[in-house]
């Protein structure tokens, strides 16, 4: 009898571990709406493009390695995009998303089914509308746990709060767009800065909304951040609060202390902070971080509160953080060189040591011809930005459809390895003949395995400033930066090569360099874009083919069959 009975329990868990095994199997799936809705913010209502009606948008929670179905359903009124920003989709470039690179815009009234494969990522990292504007309002978070039984590389944190830094427009962003692409000047500003939606209470009719965290003394929390922002770096803090920096772009780090965050626009940072201070009432607090004075920008501040259980109501205001200054270019250039890399024996990094490709890549702002010298950019001129001279053309079908598929005249594959003309790219005066660039389609084909190394250099062509420069299907390895002009033979010396921190988002500095090493191991089409929404818009990308290696395994995946049409 008790043989029985134990034989019986023993199957029932046999067959209890086979559901559980065969659930593990079937992807975890998402159905994302993609539709209006109306808000009110600062005073006024305001129909926005939202995913499911939420602004921001859904969070994906996920564990390393998983493999996700969204399933994306356009009920808006334009064609649109969904990128997953810092997942890797290896041999999988066909639901990355960006506009007319990996695929055409889902139509109204159509969906995709969108298959996000997960690897080696572990963090925080986000996802984002990748087609016109769109991004202003569809966003959100993407949080991935580390397997079941890994413990993460600091101690467990009480809890996790998300912060999603972002801007709000009184304007249509469509209508923002188009003003600025059909004027040829800068973009109108926003009108407020966000923390999960909500601007806070230096704001007009914003205080009943500001964004509030309750949490124990004593306890540790953990602060998962992404700036969404369509332009602007951000500086933040909390008031009274040391945060540690634990994790960038879906790595862990080494801790890195401080009393400020700077995050540029499409970076996420994971945080945490103990609450150790008096029970009170803590300003969070985000403003601009601007290099440039000739721009305009929004140059507000956005606030959310901390407050402690056992608070009692008082009259005085929360303590408020202090903020660099909003053109501290050592401030921000200070704590992005801080960041290193965890590089542990559980969470070890490969930097390429032997490269086999060196690119030197100029990110300038350029300008273009316009008929009666009538539009807004300098001197009548037309705003346009370029890698290495080349304006990216958008092509009208995606670049991937006429690689896979070997038609011929949408792209060439001329891009430059270096610059056409070298001249001394951060002077304070460079001849305006140097400002028009090339548009064209070019874009740069990498064998599978190759190692680069690129070096991205800013200009002073038109006006520097930084950019945040954004890769597709890839991490890399952050190994050096500098202000200038980059001195091969002289600053590869003190590369980084022991524990660079692993981006897939860097900021280069204001007429400054940055170096950047990674390994073309995912075969497919890989955009890389500034990460300022203006400057993508003027043409301030280009894009990677790394081809198929020989081995299994070592090959793109073929398409799914609902991918949206071109035409």
């Not at 994302?32 to 913010?41: G, H, Q």
């Not at 139509?107 to 690897?119: C, E, R, T, Y």
């Not at 060189?337 to 040591?353: E, N, Q, Y």
């Amino acid at each position: 009898m008790k043989m029985a009975m134990l034989l019986h329990v023993v199957g029932f868990l046999l067959v209890l571990g086979f559901i559980h095994s065969q659930a593990a199997l079937v992807p975890k799936s998402y159905d994302y709406e993609v539709k209006e809705a109306t808000f009110t913010r600062l005073c006024k209502n305001k129909t926005i493009l939202t995913v499911n009606g939420e602004f921001p948008g859904p969070t994906i929670y996920a564990r390393r390695g998983d493999t996700l179905i969204v399933n994306v359903i356009n009920q808006g009124n334009l064609g649109i995009t969904i990128h997953w920003h810092g997942v890797k989709q290896p041999r999988y470039p066909w639901s990355d998303g960006p506009e007319f690179i990996t695929q055409c815009p889902i139509k109204p009234g159509a969906n995709f089914s969108q298959k996000i494969v997960l690897s080696d990522e572990e963090g925080t990292l986000w996802w984002h509308a990748h087609s016109d504007w769109s991004r202003a309002t569809v966003h959100g978070l993407i949080v991935i746990w580390p397997k079941i039984g890994r413990p993460y590389p600091f101690p467990k944190p009480y809890a996790e709060y998300p912060i999603i830094l972002a801007e709000w427009f009184r304007q249509d962003v469509e209508a923002v767009l188009l003003d600025f692409l059909r004027t040829g000047g800068d973009p109108n500003s926003s009108d407020a800065l966000t923390i999960n939606g909500q601007p806070g209470d230096l704001y007009p009719c914003s205080s009943s909304e500001t964004t509030k965290f309750i949490v124990e003394y004593g306890k540790t929390y953990m602060l998962r951040m992404v700036n969404a922002a369509m332009n602007l770096f951000m500086f933040w803090a909390i008031g009274g609060h040391e945060v540690t920096v634990v994790g960038t772009d879906g790595a862990y780090t080494k801790p890195l202390k401080s009393d400020y965050v700077v995050i540029s626009p499409g970076q996420t940072i994971d945080l945490l902070f103990k609450a150790d201070q008096p029970i009170g009432r803590y300003y969070i607090a985000a403003k601009p971080y601007n290099s440039q004075p000739a721009i305009s920008f929004d140059n507000t501040t956005t606030t959310a509160i901390i407050e402690y259980k056992g608070y009692k109501k008082s009259s005085s205001p929360p303590v408020f953080p202090h903020l660099p200054k909003v053109n501290d270019t050592s401030a921000s250039v200070n704590f992005t060189g801080s960041l290193r890399s965890l590089a542990t024996r559980a969470h070890p990094i490969d930097v390429p040591k032997k490269i086999t490709r060196n690119f030197l890549f100029t990110l300038s702002i350029n300008t273009l011809p316009c008929p009666n010298n009538a539009c807004q950019g300098p001197n009548g001129l037309r705003f346009a930005a370029s890698v290495n001279n080349i304006t990216f053309e958008t092509p009208n079908i995606s670049l991937l459809d006429a690689y896979y598929g070997r038609i011929n005249g949408v792209y060439g594959t001329n891009f430059p390895n270096f610059p056409p003309l070298f001249f001394n790219f951060t002077a304070s005066d460079i001849d305006e003949s140097l400002e028009t660039p090339l548009n064209a389609s070019e874009v740069k084909v990498l064998e599978f395995g190759d190692t680069v190394e690129l070096v991205f250099q800013g200009t002073n062509l038109v006006a520097g400033i930084d950019h945040p420069m954004h890769l597709h299907g890839h991490s890399f390895y952050v190994v050096g930066w500098g202000f200038g002009n980059f001195n091969r033979s002289k600053d590869r010396l003190s590369f980084n090569l022991v524990d660079p921190p692993l981006q897939q988002t860097i900021a280069v500095p204001k007429n400054g360099w940055t170096a950047i090493r990674f390994k073309a191991d995912n075969p497919g089409v890989w955009l890389m874009h500034c990460h300022l929404e203006r400057h993508i818009s003027w043409g301030m990308e280009m894009t990677f083919i790394t081809k198929n290696g020989r081995r299994p395994g070592e090959s793109m995946l073929p398409p799914p069959p609902d991918m949206p049409p071109c035409t």
